[in-house]
């Protein structure tokens, strides 16, 4: 019998620390939030495919800065609305500029590279990342050469199509991927290269993955999912894919590399920055932070502005009104033949307004990447400790019916005054702020401007179903807003 006891409270004891272990810390001076649960978290109140409504639905009750559990262990604080965000990332950018997980890409980069990367490491990455993207062309008249080169192979490909309905997403990715690779590699692909189909496929494989609501759910659980056969592993390998071309792409650069000439593209910038400071013990530039810097462009640049161009041209059939209005100033402005360039963007005031409506309505990744304290900071009267998680809801930034009335509805005129000429709106933040603000925006402005009007100056597009039967609703909504699939069809103006 006394056996027994001891059994039972040695049991009992073994009960209340695995307990203790899956109740998440004390929050005493964290903001609000819902009660979480042992092992689940707040998974009753967030379901994995609805994340971000989830947040948005808890804001009504929590106000614009609350604190949610992603599973029983990962404490985040979410910012909703301009507001919060700008104070947070733009006032507060020293204490806020860590970057925090994101748990399905983590088994694949860690915190290497520089997007995933951190403190010293992260400085040294960036500030070479920048460099390198400069040096190759972006915002200089070789990198919008670059782009009209490869939009106007674009604009053959719609052309052999001509008449008949495609879907233009996987042309689109090609453009994007290849403009990247043009300028991480030196090198573009055929459109009908099998490998090249096999890396942009990977690419949109990945964000979809991501995006899911299985990679929403492995964001919550994987510590336990991750052994576990599931979608997950299908997302692995497309990240494998990323990661076996860009080491092929390194290994040639490698055996070429001209030590006495200037870096030809971003690769050769890593490498001759890594020859100079071989005999360096601190240096972070490294064949592994190389690789990671290198994959995440490929991945980023094939997905994210082909998206965006896909849902410009998604929004021109639902509303042929618009269309006609651009093509108006696209004649007026540039007359025919002529391809568009960057410096043509002031006289577009209708066209730039139209693209910058795109970018705010579509919200590409709504809930912001995460960031992370850097130290431990008082902010809004609360005490955010070291290394806290937050989510800067940057789709709340974009959608916010303070700055933007009637969010929801696409208006390009909230970006003309009432004379017709572009105006600026201060909570436009698709690409974030602070000094984690994307650095590709540069990239991916000219890209989807020099490509939406190379499209627009040569063709008239058409749906072949009726512009109302149109959906604007993402397939996806997870870490991104995915467009859903539709068919086109051009005709030669």
Known sequence: MEATGTWALLLLLLLLVV?????????????????????????????????????????KKYGPVFTVHLGPWRRVVVLVGYKAVREALG?????????????????????????????????????????????????????????????????????????????????????????????????????????????????GGTLLGMSSPWGQFYEMFSWLLQPLPGPHKQLFGHLDTLAAFTIRQIQQHWRNLDTSGPARDIVDAYLLKMAQEEQDPNTEITEKNLLMTVTYLLFSGTVTTSATVCYALLLLLKYPWVQERVHEELTQELGVGRAPSLGDRARLPYTDAVLHEVLRLQALVPMGVPHTLTRTTCFRGYTLPKGTEVFPLIGSVLHDPEFFEQPEEFNPGRFLDADGRFKKHEAFLPFSLGKRVCLGEGLVRAEVFLLFTAILQSFSLESPCPPGALSLKPVISGFANIPPAFQLQVRSR
């Open 19 to 59: 307990l203790k272990l899956a109740l998440p810390r004390t929050r005493s001076h964290l903001p609000p939030g819902p009660t979480p649960l042992p092992l689940l978290g707040n998974l009753l109140q967030l379901r994995p495919g609805a994340l971000y409504s989830g947040f948005l639905q808890l804001s």
């Open 91 to 203: 006032d507060h950018t020293e204490e806020f500029n860590g970057r925090g997980k994101l748990t399905t890409m983590e088994r694949t980069f860690g915190d290497h590279g520089v997007f995933f990367s951190n403190g010293e490491r992260w400085r040294q990455l960036r500030k070479l990342t920048m460099h390198a993207l400069r040096d190759v062309g972006m915002g200089k008249r070789e990198g919008e050469e670059l782009i009209q080169a490869e939009a106007q192979r674009l604009v053959e490909a719609f052309q052999e199509m001509e008449g008949q309905p495609f879907d233009p997403s996987l042309l689109l990715a090609q453009t994007t991927s290849n403009v990247i690779c043009s300028l991480a590699f030196g090198l573009r692909f055929p459109y009908t290269d099998k490998e090249f189909q096999a890396v942009v496929g990977a690419a």
